[in-house]
């Protein structure tokens, strides 16, 4: 049985730092994409990194660019996120993804066919 399961979550206020995991098991990863989303109440899901298999190339949007980096251990089977200058806006549940289907960075949801459960995010002001 396939898992990914985030770790990291949890309260900081506006301005401070947190760092999520997330460990795969059950398949590797290693030559996948892979990225991590996040689900604000009443707002559909959206990307926040996407990297590559091999690390070299990764994906942010506007709204956490500079601000957010991602990163992976081939060898450990995981994918972190690094976000520092968090915003209330930042609230969210934050979801690991991989793709068995690509390789190269994603700009898109689509072709992400293995999810995490999510670990809550929130930034008081």
């Known amino acids: 049985q396939v898992q990914l399961v985030e770790s990291g979550g949890g309260l900081v206020q506006a301005g401070g730092s947190l760092r999520l995991s997330c460990a795969a098991s059950?398949?590797?990863?290693?030559?996948?994409?892979m990225g991590w989303f996040r689900q604000a109440p009443g707002k559909e899901r959206e990307i926040v990194a996407t990297?590559?298999?091999?690390?070299?190339?990764?994906y942010y949007p506007d709204s956490v660019k500079g601000r957010f980096a991602i990163s992976r251990d081939n060898e450990k089977n995981t994918v972190s996120l690094q976000m520092n200058s968090l915003k209330p806006e930042d609230t969210a549940i934050y979801y690991c993804?991989?793709?068995?289907?690509?390789?190269?960075?994603?700009?898109?949801?689509?072709?992400?066919?293995?999810w995490g459960q999510g670990t809550q995010v929130t930034v008081s002001s």
């Open positions: 993804a991989a793709s068995s289907l690509w390789t190269g960075v994603l700009m898109t949801q689509n072709y992400f066919d293995y």
């Open positions: 059950g398949r590797t990863f290693s030559s996948n994409t």
């Open positions: 990297i590559s298999w091999t690390g070299r190339a990764t």
